[in-house]
């Protein structure tokens, strides 16, 4: 009996740690109230208002972005810190974009141990963090930050280490999971709904901007090129003279003077002519509106001649042109090349075998966004990549496929009505073109076409691109006296 006493304090302390590993560090559904558990950052700038609400078309409730166009700041304190230096260490979160993300973060900043006597209200964008993770898309930039900030050992001053060419934020509307794991063999990996997107290396300089290792050499800043220094590989034949017969002040065109007037040219009609067809609006104001005149057309006798108007003969290509001369490059006999300083030992390079990260003591959302609806959910921190795996696929899989399925759905009502609402939109714009006062002398037309184009859905663009080519035509008639496109 006491020789299998060891064997089953064994088999106890291995359950132990069986069921420690299996619990995440931190979890966080927002199944319950967030107040008193996380604090709104007090800062005048941060307006925007957190709440706990559910998710559109789901009982499950996550941390709200409420309002357009508002800073936000919130943070989390964990009750003990995370290391990340030893083992593997997943971090992940739900996002869903309700109503799209135009111009905003969508991120978590992993918070380091802060100064004593810090306080959490006063968290804002300078709190130190040692990783920024999770979507941003503003104009050009569309990606899914990975930052990394690190402290260079030599210099003690901390460096933000972008993740180079990170996957971009999904365009639509449903739930998304965004999953950074941590390896200890210095690998990240970015999964988004947990599929891979990304696999780097911290120590690659391939991998992140500016590399965590500084280079062994540096450009000396306090080396100067010398005055004499060429750095012209070609330069003019000081002996090149130019030939007598090149004039340089030949003109690239001359008239052709073989040229003739085509027969039948009708030298007297204008090539424009009042539209004969059209009629001063009944609602012209000539006081407000100005003296009204009929829009012009191609006059059609100019059609079947060769042409109306002055005849002018040609231009062609001068046989004599020759433009500026220069003398021709030969190889300078004092090129040195392109100079550069000489390199000197880097003052803060140092070696590194890990990352020496420092350890997250809180979790924080400090964001800009032009939209609302951004809803964050199940909040995960983990040392073993198969209890983020199971969260994911409980939490946010039924979810996914729920949305996608309703998605599906509207697309497929969006086509059998015909009309999705950005046509909807464009055709009430049309519409509002066609009511235009100076586009009245079409306006029947007009309408016509857009008509037309309500009833065949798939040539939207072509009707838009018309009616904008006819407005901005009669626009540059009224304003320039240009040509009415046919």
């Known amino acids: 009996m006491m020789g299998g006493r060891p064997l089953l304090l064994l088999l106890v302390s291995a359950l132990l740690v069986q069921i420690r590993a299996s ?48 800073k936000y700041a919130i ?110 063999d210095n690998e990240v990996r970015i999964l988004i709904d947990g599929e891979e997107k990304k696999k780097a290396n911290f120590l690659s300089a391939d ?31 000081p002996n090149a003279v130019k030939p007598d017969d090149w004039d340089e002040d030949a003109p690239m065109e001359i008239e052709d003077v073989e040229a003739t007037k085509p027969e039948g040219w009708l030298d007297d009609e204008p090539e424009e002519i009042d539209d004969p067809e059209a009629s001063k609006p009944e609602d012209w104001d000539d006081e407000e509106d100005g003296e009204w005149e009929a829009p012009k057309i191609d006059n059609p006798k100019c059609e079947e001649a060769p042409g109306c108007g002055e005849w002018k003969r040609p231009m062609k290509q001068n046989p004599a042109y020759k433009g500026k001369w220069h003398a021709p490059l030969i190889d ?7 100079w550069k300083p000489q390199e000197i030992p880097n003052p803060e390079y140092f070696e590194l075998d890990k990352p020496d990260f420092d350890p997250i003591a809180a979790i924080g959302i400090e ?57 909807k939109k464009v055709f009430d714009i049309l519409y509002k073109i066609a009511d235009v006062p100076f586009l009245a002398p079409y306006k029947t037309k007009i309408i016509d076409v857009i008509e037309k184009g309500e009833k065949q859905p798939n040539i939207t663009i072509g009707i838009l691109v018309s009616v904008v080519v006819v407005f901005a035509t009669v626009l540059f008639r009224i304003l320039f006296g240009g040509k009415k496109l046919q």
């Open 75 to 184: 943070i989390k304190e964990l009750d003990e810190p995370v290391t990340l230096k030893d083992g593997t260490v997943v971090l992940q979160f739900e996002v869903r974009l309700q109503n799209g993300l135009e111009c905003g973060g969508a991120y978590i900043k992993y918070i380091r141990p802060q100064e004593a006597g810090w306080d959490a209200k006063e968290f804002d964008n300078e709190t130190p963090y040692t990783i920024m993770f999770g979507p941003d898309k503003c104009g050009s930039t569309n990606k899914v930050h990975f930052i990394l900030k690190h402290k260079n050992p030599k210099t003690g001053k901390y460096v933000e280490h972008h993740l180079k060419f990170p996957p971009s934020v999904p365009y639509d509307k449903l739930s998304h999971v965004y999953t950074a794991i941590l390896k200890p």
């Open 367 to 423: 964001i800009w966004t032009m939209q609302d609806g951004i809803l964050f959910d199940n909040i995960l921190i983990a040392d073993d990549e198969k209890v983020a795996t199971s969260i994911l696929e409980k939490t946010w899989k039924p979810k996914y496929e729920v949305e996608k399925e309703k998605e599906k759905a509207e697309e497929a009502a969006a086509a059998a009505d015909g009309l999705s609402e950005f046509q």
């Open 207 to 237: 991998d992140f901007e500016p590399a965590l290792i500084p280079p062994k050499t540096i450009p000396d800043p306090d080396d100067k090129k010398p005055e004499d220094w060429d750095e012209r590989a070609k330069i003019p034949d």
């Open 23 to 70: 619990d995440p560090l931190l979890y966080e559904s927002f199944d319950e109230d967030f107040e008193g558990r996380w604090v709104v950052s007090k800062k005048d700038e941060y307006q925007g208002v957190w709440k706990r609400a559910k998710s559109d078309g789901h009982e499950d409730y996550g941390l709200l972005v409420s309002e357009k166009a508002r």
């Open 332 to 338: 300078n006999p004092n090129y040195k090349g392109i």
